[in-house]
């Protein structure tokens, strides 16, 4: 008796808890497929205008602010057809047109290899790990990849924002495979970052709320995520001053870099993000303060812009952008973007196609004239970090040969000596068995030396241990390089270590030559504390 009353009651008991406990219904947002044409225009032309307004400033302001006069109008707009903050990304969106949204990120990494147009840091070192046989995920690691907390993948994941409108878990899968093709760590945090903010600003516009939802795309204890609350913190305590709170940013963070590392130079994804967000929360939603800002915190002062116009462009949609800005981006919106089959019409287009699918692959549904989508919540990528308590100690040039270098064999000079930059300054060899090594004190070592078309290969030890052979031929797209990571290593016990490269007499079939050819070495310790004891000059 008492079982079948139990029987009788269980599911009126089930039904009561459901009812008072019910599952949270999805969020699904509809939005007319004009408007959100509009919107991904936006978004592409403020890429267009923000690379293009702070191009004559890119790296002129180290460790400053640019105070200089910033003498844009928008016809010049038409730079941003040879930019790679557009081509590179717009090579990604040609392997999805070839082999799908889907396809393995070695088809990415392979396309935008052997793309016509000339890359740097990240993305050349990812250029080349393909030619070395080296692919995704391994291409962007730090044991192959000494950029990989560089900008690289900041300035090329717009595309993933634009076409997930409210879907930042679908722009975080997609940021995971494509990131990880150069960049690691806080440099595909960089990318994830910039894609969740354009994710958001599909349905919000409040600047400050976009910031924070886009943050909950990247991990809480990343770098990256710091960095960004450190600029929403200075924010509030200087909100009319951002060169006050730039002073603090700089102050706290500005050393804080892997590529480059004892320089002023600073190429470091999240140093460069928080300029982005600088000019944001400081521009206040007006499109030429939200310019001025990000462009003036220097560095890579034409990527930063383009990243903040562009979520400026998403928000107000190319109709709510001024009337100069739109005339300027219309009148070449059939141009090519080199090497490149997109022109700024195609990409609009083809987002906005690619959008839609997405939306119906994750629960949408679309018509000819409007979206359902399902709205998702942000969720962070898993946490890693590229190069844990590293600190730059020191750089030694290859002349210094009282400071741990040591040759065996016939190695000549190349170069200048006295040259401004010290670009073409290497000793060089390509004979079979000869020698150069460095010994040093610290945990980690990267040598330089520079990748060229007569380049050729040399087996590197580590304390006496084979670690692999490196080549240093390198003639992509007309571009050699100079004062290049040949080889690196880290985390290394405190001591005296020695790294040496034998030079093996051999080549790839394309190069001129076996050369090898060395310029300087970068050494580096750890530290328990890296920006930890920098203390804001007011209370937190």
């Known amino acids: 008796m008492r079982t079948y009353l139990l029987t009788l009651f269980l599911p009126v008991i089930v039904l009561l808890i459901t009812s008072c406990n019910p599952k949270p219904v999805a969020d ?20 267009m205008i923000g690379v293009t307004y702070g191009a004559p400033t890119e790296f002129k302001a180290l460790g400053k602010t640019y105070e200089d006069p910033i003498n844009w109008k928008p016809a010049d707009v038409k730079g941003s057809i040879g930019q790679d903050d557009i081509y590179v990304q717009l090579t990604f969106l040609m392997t999805m047109d070839r082999y799908g949204i889907d396809a393995p990120a070695k088809k990415f990494q392979e ?5 016509g147009y000339k890359l740097w840091h990240a993305n050349v070192q990812a250029r080349k790990n393909y030619f070395d046989s080296i692919f995704p995920p391994q291409s962007g690691l730090p044991e192959y990849n000494l950029h990989t907390d560089d900008i690289d993948f900041q300035i090329e994941a717009d595309y993933i924002g634009f076409m997930c409108p409210g879907m930042p878990q679908t722009a975080n899968r997609i940021a995971d495979k494509i990131g990880h093709i150069m960049n690691y760590g806080d440099g595909v945090y960089g990318g994830a970052f910039v894609a969740a903010l354009y994710a958001e600003a ?11 939802k886009a943050l909950l795309s990247v991990p809480a204890e990343s770098d990256y995520s710091k960095i960004v609350n450190d600029v929403i913190l200075l924010h509030k ?17 500005g050393h804080v870099q892997i590529c480059g590392a004892g320089s002023l130079f600073n190429i470091d994804a999240k140093f460069n993000g928080a300029f982005i967000v600088m000019g944001l929360l400081y521009g206040e939603g007006d499109p030429a303060k939200t310019l001025e800002v990000s462009t003036r915190c220097g560095q890579d002062s034409d990527c930063n812009p383009s990243n903040a116009m562009a979520v400026l462009g998403v928000i107000k949609g190319l109709s709510g952008l001024p009337a100069e800005y739109q005339s300027a981006v219309i009148a070449i919106g059939d141009s090519l973007f080199i090497n490149t089959d997109y022109s700024f019409n195609k990409a609009v287009d083809k987002t906005l196609e690619y959008a839609q699918n997405l939306a119906v692959q994750n629960g949408g549904e679309s018509t000819a004239t409007e979206l359902k989508i399902k709205v998702q919540q942000p969720q962070a990528m898993a946490f890693e970090v590229a190069f844990p308590k590293l600190v730059f100690d020191k750089r030694v040039t290859v002349f210094e040969e009282k400071q741990g270098w040591e040759t065996k064999g016939k190695w000549a000079e190349l170069g200048d000596k006295q040259s401004r930059f010290g670009e073409n300054q290497a000793k060089f060899s390509g004979k079979s068995g000869d020698e150069i090594s460095f010994t040093f004190e610290g945990t980690g070592v990267s040598i330089l030396g520079n990748w060229l078309k007569d380049g050729g290969k040399a087996d590197v030890y580590v304390d006496g241990q084979l670690k692999r052979t490196i080549d240093c031929f390198f003639y992509f797209s007309n571009q050699e390089h100079w004062n290049m990571d040949l080889y690196h290593i880290t985390n290394l016990q405190q001591g005296k270590h020695t790294v040496k490269l034998v030079v093996k007499g051999e080549k790839r079939p394309e190069s001129n030559g076996t050369n090898v050819y060395v310029s300087k070495a970068v050494v580096f310790k750890t530290a328990d504390k890296i920006n930890e004891t920098y203390k804001f000059s007011f209370q937190k």
């Not at 396309?111 to 793309?115: G, P």
């Not at 599909?202 to 976009?210: A, L």
């Open 111 to 115: 396309l935008f290899a052997k793309a």
């Open 202 to 212: 599909y349905f919000e516009s409040d600047i400050s709320k976009i910031i924070a």
């Open 28 to 47: 699904t947002r509809t939005i007319p497929v004009d408007v959100l044409k509009d919107k991904i225009a936006g978004g592409w032309a403020g890429k």
């Open 237 to 253: 305590q200087y909100p009319t001053d951002w060169r006050a709170a730039w002073k603090e940013l700089e102050g706290k963070w």
